[in-house]
């Protein structure tokens, strides 16, 4: 039995006790409207109670709590607990509720809720950039109506077991958007930007096509040639002896590919950082210039300038080749009575650079900063015809990456190219540096 049970039960009693006595001494006139007397008092004082309990209730804040007497006190003691416990869940479940709202906020994907008919009820900042939703305005909207892709509603109204790849609105991100049902009919939308992995899956597939295609020419002529000489019922010693050079200058077209192809994979591979050894650059240079001359057969005029004593720390077989690239460029790429210049100088703020510099074709701007892509020549036939693979820039450009430096590229169509790797002095070998230039003094 509840407390207040006992007061009440009392107060029955006392009155049941002091009507009996009314009863015995006045006799039951008397005794029963002192009963009557005292009930009235009773239903009045409830009633006074039961009006202000009314009219708290209409506003029921802990602070407006009327105060009561008798059995009311308890009454209205424990509405204020009640109403205490109740504030506390309350104000535990909103914190809850914002701290669900801020880690959905700081998701580095996007979040949408939808309810059952799929209007839209709650959704992150990253979705608003995903989806081009606004978090304010579009709550209670049709989720159809603002994401207009037809793929999206149809993966909306069908089966969510595979993420959908779309693109974000404005076009320029590529999303994979996951549907996830919830509860009866809600569903969770969960975009995620996977621009970056497509860009690297397609250069993936354009790398296997482009080497696929640069080894099928090649193979097309060897295979070419030998089918004509299995056919042949007696052999042609003049066709022989034409074909055999052809083929063997395919052969090393396709070597010269696949090395190529080696020293990328190698230069990329995560587990193979560059060495930290003392470069002789300018011993480097000085045979880089010799090869030039073999290369040239003396069709252009070359030059060294070897203006620093300075070397490098790093890797010399990467230097060499990726210098040793440069160069070959310049050579294939000058016609005939031009000039090539190879230069070792100190650079800004004590660095150093390497430039090859040619009076050939040239280069227009709008191809400049695609070179260093694998397989992207400016002119595709040139580059074939002096034995060139498309890889020679692309491994410069890691080599260059790996020793911190810089490739800078200057041209103008028929005057000429600039190609220089500028080193930072955090690469300098201060030491050799001193004792060359000492030496050399
Ligand atoms: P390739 O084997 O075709 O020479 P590279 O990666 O070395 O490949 O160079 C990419 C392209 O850049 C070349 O196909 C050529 O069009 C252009 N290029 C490179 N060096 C020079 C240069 N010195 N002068 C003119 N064009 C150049």
Redesign the pocket.
């Known amino acids: 039995m509840s407390g207040i049970w006992w007061p009440l039960i009392l107060r029955l009693v006392l009155l049941a006790g002091l009507a009996f006595a009314a009863w015995m001494i006045d006799g039951i006139v008397v005794a029963l409207s002192l009963v009557t007397g005292i009930l009235l008092l009773m239903v009045l004082h409830h009633a006074r109670h039961l009006a202000r309990l009314s009219k708290w209730l209409a506003d029921p804040r802990p602070e407006a709590l009327p105060s009561g007497s008798g059995i009311w006190e308890d009454v209205f003691a424990a509405f204020y607990h009640l109403l205490r416990r109740q504030r506390r869940s309350e104000s535990r479940l909103t914190a809850t509720l914002h701290d669900f709202q801020r880690a959905g906020m700081a998701m580095p994907d996007g979040l949408v809720i939808l309810d059952g008919s799929n209007r839209i009820e709650w959704c992150n900042p990253k979705s608003e950039r995903h989806f081009g939703l606004d978090t304010k305005r579009d709550f209670g909207q049709l989720v159809t109506h603002l994401v207009r892709q037809p793929q999206f509603a149809e993966a909306l109204g069908g089966s969510y077991a595979d993420p959908l790849t779309m693109r974000a609105h404005g076009g320029d991100l590529v999303l994979s958007v996951l549907i996830v049902p919830y509860e009866e009919n809600r569903k969770l939308i969960i975009s995620r930007d996977v621009t970056d992995r497509e860009r690297v899956e397609t250069m993936r597939r354009d790398f296997v096509a482009n080497v696929s295609h640069e080894l099928r020419t090649p193979l097309t002529v060897i295979g070419g040639f030998l089918e004509t000489i299995a056919d042949m019922e007696t052999p042609n010693p003049e066709l022989i002896r034409r074909s055999v050079p052809l083929m063997s200058d395919q052969a090393k077209r396709m070597q010269t590919l696949v090395e190529d192809l080696l020293t990328l994979s190698r230069l990329e591979s995560e587990g193979n950082p560059a060495r930290e050894e003392p470069v002789n650059v300018p011993d480097i240079a000085r045979g880089l210039y010799h090869d030039a001359l073999a290369l040239s057969s003396a069709r252009h005029k070359v030059t060294l300038l070897l203006e620093s004593p300075a070397w490098i720390n790093g890797a010399e077989d990467e230097l060499r080749s990726a210098f040793g ?1 440069l160069v070959s ?2 050579i ?3 016609p005939a009575g031009g000039e090539v210049r190879l230069s070792w100088k100190a650079g800004a703020d004590g660095g150093a650079v390497f430039s090859v510099r ?1 009076t ?4 227009e701007a709008q ?1 400049l900063p695609r ?2 892509e694998r397989f ?4 595709r036939g ?2 074939r015809e ?1 034995g ?7 491994i410069v450009k890691h080599v260059v990456n790996r020793h911190a430096a810089k490739l800078d590229v200057t ?1 103008e169509p028929g005057r000429g ?1 600039c ?1 220089s790797v500028v080193f930072p002095a955090s690469r300098v070998d201060e030491k050799r540096s001193t004792v060359q230039s000492a030496k050399s003094a």
């Open positions: 690239n460029n310049a294939r790429y000058t040619d050939g074709i040239g280069i191809h070179l260093t992207y020549r400016v002119d040139r580059s002096t060139g693979t498309g890889l020679g820039l692309a041209s190219s190609f």
